[in-house]
């Protein structure tokens, strides 16, 4: 087969998608669960996929479903059969990276002889590259902490593996990849659940629904599933539970021994007893992860996670809750729940920052002392300067406030000017020293009065800014809790300056 056959071979699979799958299953080998190479055949998810798919989609899956194979062998097989196409995969760590490119070598030398030494020759095969150059096409595989992942490319087929998983900011890594994405470019967006927050959660929470519909068929009306829903990008979603992996199975379980949980998901999927099985062996083995794991329903394996350091459903009831604002300042900054009352006494709180422009945030809540209500928020990039005048003015807008700075950091220099430029004199002292000093030992406390307020009174949140970062507020792998990766949690930790300023004047005046 030479060149232009390859290319026809490319255009009949554009023209007719429906062959690809019978297609991969005879042009593509790849190790099975026991080790041994063997032809591709798709699995009911791998079929799925190929029946729903867009132009651009996001996966949702439980672990082991074939999905990284698919989506590799899909892009392997455009890679060789059209003309000017680079492949990019990227793997959320080098192994994987490496793994994912080794089995790409296997379909490679898979392929006949006669392939691999004329129209597929290989001009450069090194470690993540792969270049066709009778075709002009490439193969990549890159880590998702490569800097310069994407940087001055031009890709046709763009494949993100277990973006839940990507360290650094993975926002700005997948802004960056969909920014070298060719405008008739094919994306996929594939991983596990990991937290209800970060780059892919937000992606899928943004997809769009397809149901009964075949992407496939070529009579579809692109714009319509492409644009289906006003202010998302046009990702369409795919998930697959475990179940649709006929290898998960165990040992049959009796029907007169059902849980009512297990009962609800035969009736509804149709389970059988050894599905049921390989279910209580997951619930053995993974415990309050097996929702995280081993998907069931495209929420609760979001929330099953136990990274974030407060309890999601508290966060998701009151996010559904809370109302707008009353006032809108300083271009939507500074946002105002509840005006200053001449009876109430109220505690301003500061979290500093250096006020860059790609830095964090200067953060400050308003509270009421007595009761803890949250009655105003500023989110701003704010030098100390500035952040001090705000400050300030907020303190004598709700009455001559106590004002309390995070002296941590630029809190410092705000404590300073508030002094010195803004003759500002009630302000929180700690020991005898002006400013809050968060360490180790306080931030554990102050995470965790959030908690309980957050639970106990959830009405006192009224930002859902606020509430977004405590949505991606986690413990990190040595437990050290802060914003997941990408994310802020400037006005978590204003709050928790706040509460904590209160309960100690609260408990003294009660003493």
């Not at 490319?10 to 991969?24: C, N």
């Not at 094919?186 to 596990?192: R, Y």
């Not at 006020?355 to 990039?381: K, N, S, Y």
């Not at 700690?430 to 009065?449: C, D, F, Y």
């Amino acid at each position: 087969m030479d060149v232009d056959a390859l290319i026809e071979l490319g255009r009949e699979m554009d023209s007719r998608p429906e062959l690809f799958v019978g297609m991969a299953e005879t042009w593509i080998c790849v190790r099975g669960r026991d080790g041994v190479l063997q032809p591709l055949e798709a699995n009911a998810a791998q079929k799925e996929y190929e029946r729903r798919r867009g132009r651009n989609n996001i996966v949702l899956k439980a672990r082991q479903m074939g999905m990284t194979t698919w989506i590799a062998a899909r892009f392997f097989m455009r890679t060789i059969t059209h003309q000017g196409m680079l492949t990019v995969q990227v793997a959320h760590t080098q192994a994987a990276a490496e793994a994912i490119f080794q089995m790409v070598e296997r379909m490679w030398q898979g392929l006949p002889w006669v392939l691999r030494e004329g129209a597929l020759r290989r001009s450069r095969a090194n470690a993540g590259q792969m270049v066709f150059p009778e075709m002009d096409s490439e193969f990549r595989v890159w880590s998702a902490g490569d800097g310069n992942a994407g940087r001055g490319l031009s890709i046709q087929n763009l494949h993100c593996s277990e973006v839940s998983r990507w360290p650094g900011d993975a926002k700005a890594t997948l802004a960056g990849l969909r920014a070298a994405l060719a405008p008739a470019g094919e994306m996929v967006l594939e991983s596990t659940p990991n937290g209800a927050y970060g780059a892919f959660y937000e992606e899928w929470c943004g997809g769009v629904e397809v149901v009964g519909r075949d992407l496939c068929d070529p009579t579809h009306d692109d714009e319509t599933v492409m644009n289906g829903a006003p202010g998302v990008d046009g990702l369409v979603r795919h998930f697959f539970p475990w179940w649709m992996e006929e290898a998960y199975v165990g040992e049959a379980v009796e029907a007169g021994s059902l849980r009512e949980d297990e009962g609800e998901l035969v009736e509804r999927e149709g389970l059988s007893a050894e599905q049921i099985g390989f279910r209580r062996g997951l619930e053995r083995s993974y415990g309050g992860l097996r929702l995280q794991e081993f998907a069931e329903d495209a929420e609760t394996c979001f929330r099953a996670t136990g990274a974030c350091c407060f309890e999601i459903e508290a966060i998701e009831e009151r996010l559904a809750e809370v109302q707008e604002p009353l006032y809108r300042r300083r271009g939507g900054a500074l946002l105002i729940w509840l005006p200053p009352q001449e009876d109430r006494e109220y505690c301003v709180a500061v979290d500093t920052a250096g006020g860059g422009e790609d830095g964090d945030f200067a953060a400050v809540q308003v509270i009421e002392m007595e009761t803890g209500l949250q009655c105003a928020e500023l989110q701003e990039r704010l030098r100390p300067v500035e952040l001090a005048r705000v400050a300030a003015e907020l303190a004598r807008e709700y009455g001559g406030a106590l004002v309390a700075v995070e002296r941590n950091n630029h809190g410092s220099a705000v404590l300073a000017y508030l002094e010195s430029s803004e003759r500002y004199g009630r302000v929180y002292r700690q020991q005898g020293q002006a400013g809050w000093l968060t360490t180790s030992a306080s931030k554990p406390e102050m995470v965790a009065r959030i908690g309980v307020l957050l639970r106990e009174s959830p009405l006192m949140f009224k930002s859902r800014r606020l509430l977004g970062e405590c949505r991606t507020f986690v413990a990190g792998e040595r437990g050290r809790a802060g914003a997941a990766s990408g994310a802020h949690d400037d006005l978590v930790m204003a709050m928790g300056v706040a509460q904590a300023v209160r309960s100690e004047r609260v408990g003294r005046s009660a003493s």
